[in-house]
């Protein structure tokens, strides 16, 4: 049995490219960066290099990238970092119903310390409501955060739409782009945003490194107060072999992902189509060409989640049903949720994450195992053989039908 | 002795350190000094309180002229004019 691990946002495998280059500083070139001496200036010069590699990947500066320890420091960082140094315009800050809990939950937090939150909904495709938003903006509005594309169903955001409405009233934008990264190219000239948040780990890098990039002369707050690293901003002795790991991910991705990108989008489609046909009472969720080219999500009705994700699990398939904490919580996906799903469907929810790695023969292999899995446990459903009965039911229930 | 400014003065760089802490506003002064001409004048914003006796001292040590300081309230404006 071989094993088909789809499960690219929960992380991906870092390539040998970037673990042979970080094995050097994890013992050789053990140097504090903040020594004068020779041995620190090495390793500070790597930590340089690396924070170019992930400035060209973004066409950013380089001093305008703020190393940190994922991608969820980097959005905790965006938040708090940015609404506070920015009190004195105002206390009210937007962010979408569809972000990452380590975007709403420091939102919820900053909303307990005074500040007013908006949560933006969202269309049946999980993309972001622009007239709500233009409608909540004001003169107090400090920040707005919209991720790039959205992990669980894949939606690409109109930042540049949300860009031009903040503006207007003179609000930041961050982004978390976190899951488009590995995915699309990313330029945060074009997109015009003031903050940008990346993982290392989802781009085939180590864990525990990640970056969040801001604009030139935008203040912010540090969150964690230490030294001079990362300018002040971001205190703590660096996680050198992660930083290094990191910027060898980006150059790789910088130089492949044009190649990637089809190839991704070539086996996604087959999977999509393929599921569609074998499998009934199948539904893609999100949208389904504003999406990232290497996502396929669905809702698979009569049948446990949970289950569906283990059995396919025994056959080697490894995929998840949704936002992993969200899966760990056995909690209704809170984005299928504001995508308007009824919860009875919502736990059917399954991912197909690839990577540059996929290939022709773990398409076929999940379009050949997938449908089978589906049939056994419908076979095993409450519903049994009248599944088809409650077919009827939903038809006049279900907004989504 | 301390010079506060009545009113801002124009400047050929400068240089924000608002929210950020000891010794950033120094490392900043000794990097941003290299970037402007003997004569041109640095300005330096920063909400760091300590920076009102350590900008004045680090003028003295490196032989720059300290110009003064403007409080407009939010921060304050250092000016510093290079001298060598």
């Known amino acids: 049995m071989r094993p088909v691990y789809l499960d690219n946002f929960a992380t991906t495998k870092m390539d040998e490219v970037v673990y042979q280059g970080m094995l050097p500083y994890l013992r050789e070139f053990f140097a504090n960066p903040l020594s004068s001496y020779d041995l620190g200036v090495k390793v500070r010069d790597a930590i340089e290099e690396a924070r170019q590699e992930v400035a060209r990947l973004i066409n950013s500066k380089p001093q305008e990238i703020i190393f940190t320890s994922g991608g969820t420091e980097a959005n905790n960082f965006a938040l708090s970092g940015l609404a ?66 959205n992990p669980e ?91 290094v790991g990191m910027g060898l991910a980006a150059r790789l991705l910088r130089q492949n992902l044009e190649q990637w990108i089809p190839k991704m989008k070539t086996l996604r489609d087959k999977l999509v189509k393929g599921v569609q046909e074998r499998i009934a009472n199948v539904h893609l969720t999100g949208h389904p060409e504003k999406r990232l080219p290497g996502h396929a999500s669905f809702i698979v009705e009569f049948v446990e989640g949970e289950a569906m994700l283990l059995m396919l699990a025994f056959r080697g398939i490894y995929v998840s049903s949704g936002s992993t904490c969200t899966s760990k919580a056995l909690k209704a996906s809170p984005v299928l949720s504001a995508m308007n799903y009824p919860p009875h469907l919502i736990q059917g929810s399954v991912l197909f994450v690839l990577s540059k790695d996929t290939e022709e023969a773990d398409v076929a292999y999940v379009l050949q195992t997938f449908p089978e899995v589906v049939e056994r446990l419908r076979e095993l459903s409450p519903f049994g053989k009248g599944w088809k009965d409650m077919e009827k039911w939903q038809e006049e229930t279900c907004p989504h039908h | 002795m301390m010079k506060f400014l009545s009113e801002e003065l124009k400047a050929d760089l400068s240089v924000d350190v608002v929210h950020l802490m000891c010794p950033i506003h120094l490392l900043e002064l000794n990097e941003s000094i290299k970037k402007i001409e003997v004569g041109q004048v640095l300005e330096l914003i920063t909400d760091y309180d300590r920076a009102l006796e350590d900008v004045p001292r680090w003028c003295e040590i490196f032989g720059q002229e300290f110009l003064g300081v403007y409080d407009d309230g939010d921060s304050y404006k250092f000016y510093i004019r290079r001298l060598k």
């Open chain 1, 153 to 243: 169903v894949g939606t690409i955001q109109p930042i540049e739409e949300v860009v031009k409405l903040a503006k207007k009233v003179g609000a930041l934008v961050h982004t978390d782009a976190v899951a488009a990264i590995p995915q699309m190219k990313v330029d945060v000239e074009a997109l015009g945003v003031d903050a940008l948040s990346l993982s290392a780990h989802l781009f085939y890098g180590p864990k525990g490194v990640g970056a969040l990039y801001l604009r030139k002369g935008v203040r912010i707050q540090p969150h964690i107060y230490g030294g001079i690293q990362e300018g002040g901003k971001r205190g703590g002795t660096e996680n050198v072999p992660g930083i």
């Open chain 1, 84 to 149: 506070q140094a920015n009190k004195k315009k105002g206390n009210h800050i937007i962010v979408s119903l569809v972000e990452h809990h380590s975007v709403t939950n420091p939102a919820r937090f900053l909303e307990r310390q005074g500040f007013e939150v908006t949560f933006l909904p969202v269309d049946r495709y999980g993309v972001v409501d622009l007239n709500f938003l233009a409608k909540s903006l004001r003169e107090e509005t400090v920040l707005v955060s919209v991720q790039l594309a």
